[in-house]
Nanobody, 128 residues
Framework: QVQLVEFGGGLVQPGGSLRLSCAVS????????IAWFRQAPGKAREGVSC????????YYADSVKGRFTTARDNAKNTVYLQMYSLNPEDTADYYC?????????????????????WGQGTQVTVSS
């Protein structure tokens, strides 16, 4: 059974940083792409980032490019989303999602229906 569990959400001031973790079980990261999504109240779910399994290529939404970084620790079966320069528009529930494929290319990595496995989400609030 595949399980994804997010950690690390919370309240942070504008300009601050936060690191989210996604612990994956039941699926080896040797054959899985991991994406981060977020959903703000009243808004559609947005693809934030994707990390490929075998080449470590990373992809980001324009809204977070240069501020967010995703990385993978295969030994821990954990993927991270490091967020810098946070602003109130980053406030949302953040989800990690997994799919059994090698690369984030060749499909719409930012499309939520492309993923079969999801975590329960962790809330990030950016406010002073």
């Amino acid at each position: 059974q595949v399980q994804l569990v997010e950690f690390g959400g919370g309240l942070v001031q504008p300009g601050g940083s936060l690191r989210l973790s996604c612990a994956v079980s039941g699926l080896t990261l040797d054959y899985a792409v991991i994406a981060w999504f977020r959903q703000a109240p009243g808004k559609a779910r947005e693809g934030v980032s994707c990390i490929s399994t075998s080449d470590d290529y990373t992809y980001y939404a324009d809204s977070v490019k240069g501020r967010f970084t995703t990385a993978r620790d295969n030994a821990k079966n954990t993927v991270y989303l490091q967020m810098y320069s946070l602003n109130p528009e980053d406030t949302a529930d953040y989800y990690c999602a997994a799919e059994a494929r090698y690369y984030c290319t060749g499909y719409g990595w930012w499309i939520s229906r492309e993923y079969n496995y999801w975590g329960q989400g962790t809330q990030v609030t950016v406010s002073s």
